[in-house]
């Protein structure tokens, strides 16, 4: 249902459990028979919505391919507090060698998913799509993109490299909205859409002169944003609006009902609670 790419995923576990066990688990291993089998039960200690249950599979399966995982929801179920999400069965040693890799990341994955369907309820029978941003952990942004879409959400781009996107300090250095845009669109493939950033509304103006594909609105009071949004649907309908900046769960339905296409949340990958999540062993037996 939610695509990861598995093959750049692999090769970012195997640096992380590496980070993680360095030369070895030390303390498994002194106290742990080899050998020795278990099964980890991994349950949610808080209500909320699971995400990244591949990705705890994938981590268990780069530690040692033998062991077994049986996932018990799927990513995008909102589940209570004592559920058992998941289990995994063979090497003791091997769960615990990948135990804290694999929470950290489905902690942190379903946070980010909880938070974003909390804010995509907010704007429930609007037509309005909430976004992400850039505001990512680095090295992580493939994995919490992919959550805020278990959440719900929808991507706005990747990286530098996949839309032009004109903010403030581009304009200042281009000279202008006019300048930047036209310099723009001069170099990108006709694909490529440009974004301007605008802060007032004659800043909508220019960018709308300037023939922009699309119009964020940067830190806007409701009222200036209806005006805005006027503004664009009568001189180009066919610009899509985005309404950005300090937006919250309080604000997002206000901000939506002005006519915005869009609204980005950056806090959705920044701020938000990892959710409470536990591995237990049961069931050991000697191997």
């Known amino acids: 249902m939610y695509s990861l790419e598995r093959l750049a995923l692999r090769r970012q576990l195997e640096a992380w459990l590496q980070e993680d066990i360095g030369t070895g688990d030390v303390t498994t291993a002194y106290?742990?028979?080899?050998?020795?089998?278990?099964r980890g039960i991994i349950h949610a200690k808080e209500d909320g919505m699971i995400a990244g249950l591949p990705v705890a599979?994938?981590?268990f399966e780069v530690v040692d391919p033998s062991l077994r995982f049986a996932a018990q929801v799927e990513d995008g179920a909102v589940i209570a507090r004592g559920t058992v999400l998941?289990?995994?069965?063979?090497s003791t040693h091997s769960i615990l060698s990948g135990e804290r890799l694999a929470l950290n990341l489905l902690q942190r994955l379903s946070g980010i998913a909880t938070k974003t369907n909390?804010?995509?309820?907010?704007?429930d029978g609007l037509n309005t799509k909430l976004v992400d941003t850039r505001k990512t952990t680095p090295g992580h942004r493939a994995l919490e993109k992919y959550a805020v879409r278990v959440g719900g959400g929808s991507n706005h781009r990747f990286g530098l490299y996949d839309t032009v996107m004109i903010k403030d300090n581009h304009i200042k250095g281009a000279?202008?909205?006019e300048a930047a845009v036209s310099r723009a669109r001069a170099n990108i493939p006709y694909t490529m859409n440009i974004e301007v950033e605008a802060e007032s509304i004659e800043q909508v103006k220019e960018a709308l002169q300037a023939g922009a594909d699309i119009i964020m609105l940067d830190n806007m009071d409701t009222v200036r944003m209806r005006e805005a949004v006027a503004l664009i649907r009568e001189a180009?309908?066919?610009?899509?609006?985005e309404a950005s900046g300090g937006v919250t769960l309080d604000t997002?339905?206000?901000k939506a009902l002005t006519g915005v296409d869009v609204v980005s949340v950056?806090?959705?990958?920044?701020s938000f609670h990892a959710l409470d999540i536990s591995l237990d062993l049961n069931e050991k037996k000697e191997g």
Do not use: N
């Open 118 to 123: 909390k804010f995509v309820q907010a704007i």
């Open 86 to 90: 998941a289990e995994v069965e063979g």
């Open 252 to 254: 997002i339905r206000d």
């Open 31 to 38: 106290t742990i028979p080899a050998g020795h089998q278990s």
């Open 175 to 177: 000279g202008g909205i």
């Open 57 to 59: 599979e994938a981590v």
């Open 236 to 241: 180009a309908p066919h610009v899509l609006i």
């Open 266 to 270: 950056g806090a959705l990958t920044y």
